[in-house]
């Protein structure tokens, strides 16, 4: 409604601006996870609802005990209802209102898009993210992590350090290094800061590391274009 009159952008807000020029998958990755901290802020769901547990979403059954019409007794009915939205949720919740949130939101905006924007297609990106989603879904039972998006998060840090070796970065100005040791850059300074081993990047690393050539040598039936 702000445009001008030639149709262009004129009225466009810089924040939209930035928020259509994502890729699509970003897009949405970036605001499922802003929309959902957002809600746990305001009490509106609680990360209890929120992560990934086999049990829940394959095989929950839980007998609930329920008064009946003696005062003195009761009754019990089983639920069996699979909570599918697990598989979802654990992936685009970091955390309430927070640093560590946006600097997660960064993470995802910065190098997911990069890799999707220099992916074959759509459909590369996609397929390689689903790929990456579910080989976490199966290890996180193994590892006992029920939030699997700052995993998912290294993992494409992982790959594109890797994709692109000749690019130089700096620490805060103190030290430049190139890409291939951005996630050791980052291990060494979650253990300075908190003191222990990071099992969120160190897993990310590991299927990161699984999926390099899943990404540079795609399924055939993906090199059409979309």
């Given at each position: 409604?702000?445009?001008?009159?030639?149709?262009?952008?004129?009225?466009?807000?810089?924040?939209?601006?930035?928020?259509?020029?994502?890729p699509?998958?970003t897009?949405w990755?970036?605001t499922?996870?802003?929309v959902t901290?957002?809600?746990?802020?305001?009490?509106v769901l609680?990360?209890?609802?929120?992560?990934?547990?086999?049990r829940?979403?394959f095989?929950?059954s839980?007998?609930?005990?329920?008064p009946?019409t003696?005062?003195?007794s009761?009754?019990?009915?089983?639920?069996s209802k699979?909570q599918?939205?697990?598989?979802?949720t654990?992936?685009?919740?970091?955390?309430?209102?927070?640093?560590?949130l946006?600097?997660?939101?960064?993470?995802?905006?910065?190098?997911?898009?990069m890799?999707?924007?220099?992916?074959?297609?759509?459909?590369h990106?996609?397929w390689?993210?689903?790929?990456?989603a579910t080989t976490?879904?199966?290890?996180?039972?193994?590892?006992?992590?029920v939030?699997?998006?700052?995993?998912?998060?290294?993992?494409?840090?992982?790959?594109?350090?890797?994709?692109?070796?000749?690019?130089?970065?700096?620490?805060?100005?103190l030290?430049i290094f190139?890409?291939p040791?951005?996630?050791?850059?980052?291990?060494a300074?979650?253990v300075?800061?908190?003191?222990?081993?990071?099992?969120?990047?160190?897993c990310?690393i590991?299927?990161?590391?699984?999926?390099?050539?899943?990404?540079?040598?795609p399924?055939?039936?993906?090199?059409?274009?979309v």
């Amino acid at each position: 409604m702000l445009g001008g009159a030639a149709g262009g952008d004129l009225g466009a807000l810089p924040l939209e601006q930035w928020f259509f020029e994502m890729p699509v998958c970003t897009r949405w990755w970036t605001t499922a996870t802003v929309v959902t901290g957002l809600l746990v802020q305001c009490h509106v769901l609680t990360p209890f609802q929120l992560f990934y547990s086999f049990r829940a979403v394959f095989v929950r059954s839980q007998v609930c005990l329920i008064p009946s019409t003696s005062s003195f007794s009761t009754s019990s009915i089983t639920d069996s209802k699979l909570q599918y939205w697990r598989l979802f949720t654990t992936f685009i919740y970091f955390g309430p209102l927070s640093l560590n949130l946006l600097f997660h939101i960064f993470f995802i905006q910065r190098y997911a898009r990069m890799l999707e924007e220099s992916a074959q297609s759509q459909a590369h990106f996609t397929w390689m993210l689903a790929y990456a989603a579910t080989t976490l879904l199966c290890l996180a039972p193994l590892v006992s992590v029920v939030f699997l998006g700052s995993i998912l998060s290294s993992t494409l840090v992982y790959i594109w350090s890797r994709r692109h070796p000749d690019v130089q970065l700096s620490f805060l100005g103190l030290f430049i290094f190139r890409a291939p040791f951005l996630p050791w850059v980052m291990i060494a300074l979650s253990v300075v800061m908190h003191g222990q081993w990071p099992k969120d990047e160190l897993c990310g690393i590991a299927v990161g590391h699984g999926k390099i050539r899943f990404l540079l040598y795609p399924p055939s039936y993906l090199n059409t274009h979309v």
